[in-house]
């Protein structure tokens, strides 16, 4: 669980990323910030959020009662089954024409979705220059809150959060699990059935490939260059042979995979599997709190790490409260 400091960190965020969404858009902006506290009073905001978390859910809930009672702002979260459906809305009304006036003004977001924004212009900034929590952000000691999806952010989403790939596993089944791709590869094949992995598009399956991806690469750095089709071809190679072997291992040969991590979790449970991962390090200890899991599930990183990033808050261009 996000402890109440950390928590309390994040707020702060996203109570900057919130009033900013809604009063630098006003006309004319506002030029310090005591006028954009003033601006924002009153004001409602439409925070698009992916909602397939429960604990997520009730930290936004909880975030929003404070937004209210310390500036006067309404925090109204729609619940997003996936970020892409609210770029979408956003890119259907730029296509419209619209300026202002837009559905969403506030989004969570990362990856590919933000550079698909930024590229398309649909975000609204630089803001970022604006909060005073910025200030603390260590962005040399964390390239990722400068650097999304290989994208300089260039102050047009406001860093909110981090996480990595943990690995969990069951220890009163399995006491010496797999800590390489290569390790994970020999384990499987003298036990198989007892692993699997969402299937892309799921954002954690397709995290897993990335981090197999990275392991398996002869030359990392490559991967953060830009590629043809031959390069592709050659880059990824690695992986392709990397799961042709794996997959016939998996859970029901590979012919099945669990739509998302919290199946993968219930598999783990169930006794089905014996490793799964997720992105949130804190996920073992809160399904253990929630009896989801036995206390005798652990977590761990492979010895060479795992991938981690940067969850951001950004504002469309064509937010509410933009002025005509």
Known sequence: MISFSR????????????????????????????????????????????????????????????????????????????????????????????????????????????????????????????????????????????????????????????????????????????RSMAALLAWAEAHPGRFTYPAPPDFTGATFLKQALYELSEDPATLAKPVDETGFAAATAPLWRYLDKLNPLLWRHGQQFPQNSEGMRQLLDDGEIDIAFNFNPGEASSAIAQGLLPPTVRSYVFDRGSIANTHFLAIPYDANAKAD
């Open 7 to 178: 928590r309390a960190a994040l707020l702060s965020l996203l109570l900057s990323g919130v009033i900013i969404g809604r009063a630098a858009l006003a006309d004319p902006p506002p030029t310090s910030w005591g006028q954009a506290l003033a601006q924002a009073k009153g004001e409602t905001v439409y925070f698009n959020a992916w909602g397939g978390d429960p604990k997520i859910n009730a930290y936004i809930s909880w975030a929003a009662e404070r937004v209210k009672a310390a500036y006067g702002i309404t925090l109204r979260q729609v619940k997003l089954s996936d970020t892409a459906e609210a770029v979408a809305r956003v890119l259907a009304e730029k296509t419209a024409g619209r300026s202002d006036g837009g559905s969403v003004d506030l989004i969570w977001i990362n990856g590919a979705n933000f550079a698909a924004m930024k590229r398309q212009g649909l975000l609204f900034g630089p803001f970022t220059q604006m909060l005073p929590n910025h200030a603390l952000v260590d962005v040399a000691g964390k390239p990722t809150t400068a650097v999304d999806f290989t994208v300089p952010v260039d102050g047009l989403e406001a860093p909110w959060g981090m996480a990595q790939i943990v690995f969990i596993y069951d220890s009163a089944r399995l006491q010496d699990p797999p």
